[in-house]
């Protein structure tokens, strides 16, 4: 009988930790000092933003599990719809019940939310003064404990602000009055402008917003090399090179390429550069559906005439070379380079050139026959540009 084939140590897949967690610790260490710092810390406050498969879910889940390690108690939520009820009626209700030696004095939906000030609060939801006491409870209880609450919502979205906007209010309510609180959001770097435009409170405003990055190469290799190794496999330094020129960085196709090269020939017990070369396309097509696809969700035929007269220019991509590739003056390609660098697809990559932020994005553009179809140079009656939708699935 074959001896059983080990698993694949790599996590790819969206939202789950992989074994490795490369070149977040800076990221991880401002949080969790901010929890030790005080309610006075502005890293009480954190908003994490980039593409799809940066891995913000994953550094949610890190901040949480530091926390943790530091006493606090956490709820971890998304922003959709139910939001402030799952809170109100579930999730702190049931926290509450975990930290307390006695339920509190319970009303219908949540503790006594007359003793919590009835007369400034008159002309508050009921919902939002629902959600405060909660808060204050679960924080008076936290406090003779010394320990917080930490509140993670994930996906935050401008069409979903609304509800936001009502937790919002209640954090930086209970920070004013130096509870023990924290709060970490995360959201598409797209998202951001918006954002900020929906939140009435000024709170997202003064947050700590740091945007995700690519993972430097040296992390990322220790996030190839250090997995394979402990699940007792080798892997050349080739192949592991190999890898990180195919990810750049990205980690999701870290993890991506982990699992594929270690599926490749699984009986081996070293994984060389042949490997990655051989599962490169397959990390390919899969990127391409589930990543840069969706990133091209709603933008607009002028968008992906910019987008391919982009893709065609060698790079550093100048912002006049593709203006005339496309035909128009500098100007009307202006604007389309602002709104694609707002959708979070695009970024000026030093003076008057742009990068794609996703890596592959070039080589899925010009290999899909429904973007490359377009007309190039553009008609000369081009619609005048409104703001981009982009995608609205998931974040
Ligand atoms: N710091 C990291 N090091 C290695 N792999 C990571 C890291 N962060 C995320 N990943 C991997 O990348 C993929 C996407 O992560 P996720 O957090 O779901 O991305 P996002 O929420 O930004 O779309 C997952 O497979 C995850 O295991
Ligand atoms: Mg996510």
Request: charge should be negative; glycine fraction near 8%; charged fraction near 25%.
């Amino acid at each position: 009988m074959m001896a059983a084939l080990p698993n694949s140590p790599f996590r790819p897949g969206f939202g789950s930790s992989p074994p490795v967690l490369a070149g977040r610790a800076d990221l991880i260490a401002d949080f969790a000092d901010g929890l030790t710092d005080g309610p006075g810390s502005s890293a009480r406050v954190s908003f994490y933003t980039g593409s799809r498969g940066v891995g913000k879910t994953v550094l949610l889940n890190a901040l949480e599990n530091s926390a943790r390690e530091q006493g606090w108690v956490i709820v971890a939520e998304t922003c959709t719809p139910g939001l402030v009820s799952r809170l109100v009626e579930n999730r702190l209700p049931t926290l509450y019940e975990g930290i307390a030696d006695s339920p509190p004095r319970r009303r219908t939906t949540g503790v006594s939310t007359a003793a919590v000030g009835g007369v400034t609060w008159k002309n508050t939801p009921e919902s939002v003064r629902d959600l405060r006491a909660w808060v204050d409870a679960i924080t008076d209880a936290l406090a003779e404990r010394d320990s917080g609450l930490l509140l993670t919502i994930d996906e935050i979205h401008p069409r979903h602000m609304s509800e936001l906007v009502e937790v919002a209010s209640v954090v930086q309510h209970a920070i004013r009055e130096e509870r023990q609180v924290a709060f970490a959001g995360a959201a598409l770097s797209s998202s951001r402008e918006g954002i900020l435009k929906g939140d009435s409170t000024t709170f997202l405003r003064r947050a700590d917003w740091r945007e995700l990055g690519r993972i430097p190469d040296a992390e990322a290799a220790r996030a190839i090399r250090e997995p394979i190794e402990g699940a007792h496999r080798q892997v050349t330094d080739a192949a592991v090179a190999a890898a990180l020129d195919a990810a750049q960085g990205y980690a999701f196709l870290v993890q991506l390429l982990g699992d594929l090269m270690w599926k490749n020939r699984p009986t081996e017990a070293l994984i060389t550069a042949e490997d990655v070369i051989e599962v490169v396309p397959k990390a390919s097509r899969r990127m391409g559906a589930t990543i840069l696809g969706p990133d091209l969700e709603g933008l607009s035929q002028i968008d992906r005439t910019y987008l391919l007269a982009m893709a065609l220019e060698k790079v550093p991509r100048s912002t006049g070379r593709i203006a005339s590739r496309m035909g128009v003056d500098p100007g009307f390609a202006n604007v389309y380079r602002q709104r694609l660098i707002g959708a979070g697809v695009i970024r000026a990559n030093g003076y008057g050139n742009v990068e794609f932020v996703t890596p592959g994005m070039d080589q899925y553009i010009l290999e899909r026959t429904d973007i490359t179809e377009l007309p190039l140079p553009l008609p000369p009656s081009a619609d005048p540009p409104s703001p981009p939708t982009t995608a609205t699935s998931g974040e």
